[in-house]
């Protein structure tokens, strides 16, 4: 195995609101983000789309939306459902759905695939996904051997209790020291002033940190190079990605 180390700074949600477009994409300019993925349903992905198809240097993939669930009162709630009941058949009419919506909007395939709230990793969704990116011949979050997912960089407890230390500057460069050989996705989430999700002050914090020339240096020092999907060769046969 190659001891090199590869990083693809991967945005979610892009296109769920204004100011979540504006965090993205400053984070992406002025930051370490090399890759983002679209919610397809939300108002702002148009805006999101179009910017990304000025921009075809820019991976995008496709942020399956099924549902949110929100922490109240000591138990998770759904704040929205996409898709009503579990069935598997609806579940895969929905993928599909959002598929179809999303070459509308940007003009190509998906480079990558990966769901709100992780909601892929269970069934039904799992199969559907898994699936899908087979037949697309792009990487699956999670079920793609070659490429590590990183979840560290996020400002919230499992109860949502805000955890601003562990999307400081200091958390992220304490993460980048750690990674291992070989391709490491590192999930984050900027905003701009977002004040529409349950997740909000903290996009504010991330957006800061990922900015910060210090992480930049931390790379360059750690001899990690940054890449997104797009830069990727991708063998279908086993969904192995190589940057």
Known sequence: MSDSRRLIVNADDFGRSAA????????LEQ???????????WPSSADAAAYARGRRDFGVGL???????????????PSYRVVSGTGAHAV????ERQLLSFQDLVGRNPTHLDSHQHAHRDEPARTA???????????????????????????????GEALPDAVSV??????????????TELCCHPGADDRETTY?????????????????????AGGIR??????????????????
């Open 20 to 27: 979540i477009n504006r965090g993205i994409i400053a984070t």
């Open 31 to 41: 930051g370490i983000v090399t890759s983002t993925s679209l919610m397809v349903r």
């Open 63 to 77: 942020h399956i939306d099924l549902g949110e669930w929100v922490y109240r009162e000591g138990q998770w709630e």
């Open 92 to 95: 895969a009419e929905e993928v």
């Open 129 to 159: 996904v898994i699936e899908l990116g087979r037949r697309l011949g792009v990487p699956v979050r999670h079920f793609s051997p070659a490429v590590r997912y990183c979840g560290a960089f996020y400002g919230q407890t499992d109860e």
């Open 170 to 183: 200091d958390a992220l460069v304490r993460i980048l020291k750690r990674l291992p050989p070989g391709i």
């Open 200 to 220: 909000g002050r903290e996009r504010d914090w991330e957006s800061t940190a990922l900015r910060d020339p210090r992480v930049r240096e931390a790379i360059s």
């Open 226 to 243: 940054l890449c997104s999907f797009i830069d990727a060769q991708i063998r279908k046969e086993d969904g192995a990605v190589r940057c």
